[in-house]
C-alpha cells in the first residue's frame, strides 16, 4: 500500500508535456494539418524523384561502357544489335540509321550531313528532355517549401498573439503552444527544401555528363554514316575468350 502511494504522488509529480509536435499541430487546427500535409507530399515526391532518376542515369552510364563492343562490329545495324533495345545510346543508332534511309527517299537536292546532323540533335534533345522529367518539380519544392512553412510560423505567431490579448499577459503557458507550432513550421520548410535543392543541382550535374556523353557519341555515328562507316572511333581490341577447363582424364579402372 505504501509503495503504491509513492507511485501515485510520483505520477502526479511528474510536469506532463503539452507542447509536443502532436500538440502543436492539434493547437494550429486545419491550418497546422493542411501545411504539413503540403509538405509530406513535397518530400515523398522530392525523394521519389531523386532515386528514380538516379537508377535511370546509372542505367545509362552503365550502358555506355558497353560501346567499345558496339564499334567493334563492321557494321552500324550489326553493332546496333550489340546494345540494349532500350537504352539511349540505341535509339541514336535507331535513328541514325532510319535518317540515313529516308535521305535516300528524298527527291529533293538536301545534303545527307545537314539531314543527318538534324536528326540525331532532335533525337538527343529528346533523350536529355526524357532525363529532366522532375527537375522542374525539384526545384519548385526547393523554392516554394520554405515559404509554405514561412506560412504556418505567420499563423501561429498570429495564434500567439491572440492568446496574449485575450489572457492580458504573455505568460509562457499562453504562448509556448503557438510559438512551438510557428518554429515547427519554419523548420519542417527548410527540411523539405533543402533536400530538393541538393538532389536538383546533383542530378542536374549528372544529366549534363550524359549529355556530353550523347552529344560525342552521336557525332562519331554522323561520322561514320557520311563516311560510309570508313571513320571509327578508337577501341581497344576485343578481351581475349577465356581458355576451356581441361577435361577430367577418365578413371581407370
Known sequence: MFIQTLAAAAANAAPQNKFGFVEALQAGGFISYATVTILGIMSFGSFFILFTKFFEQSKILGQYKALANFWRAPTLREGAAKLDKNSAWRQLVDDGIAAEDQHAKMTDALEAHDWLHGSLARSEAAINARLAG????????????????????????????????????????????????????????????????????????????????????????????????????????????????????????
Not at 195 to 207: I, K, T
Not at 229 to 250: D, L, T
Open 134 to 253: 522532375g527537375l522542374p518539380f525539384l526545384a519548385t519544392v526547393g523554392a516554394t517549401a520554405p515559404f509554405i512553412g514561412l506560412f504556418g510560423t505567420v499563423v501561429g505567431i498570429y495564434r500567439a498573439l491572440i492568446a496574449i490579448g485575450l489572457a492580458g499577459s504573455a505568460s509562457i503557458d499562453k504562448v509556448a503552444g503557438p510559438v512551438g507550432e510557428a518554429l515547427i513550421m519554419t523548420a519542417l520548410g527548410l527540411l523539405v527544401a533543402v533536400p530538393a535543392v541538393l538532389a536538383y543541382n546533383w542530378l542536374q550535374s549528372r544529366n549534363k555528363k550524359i549529355a556530353e556523353l550523347l552529344q560525342g557519341f552521336s557525332t562519331d555515328v554522323l561520322a561514320n554514316i557520311t563516311s560510309k562507316g570508313a571513320v571509327k572511333p578508337a577501341v581497344g581490341p576485343a578481351p581475349a575468350a577465356k581458355p576451356a577447363a581441361p577435361a577430367a582424364a577418365p578413371v581407370k579402372k
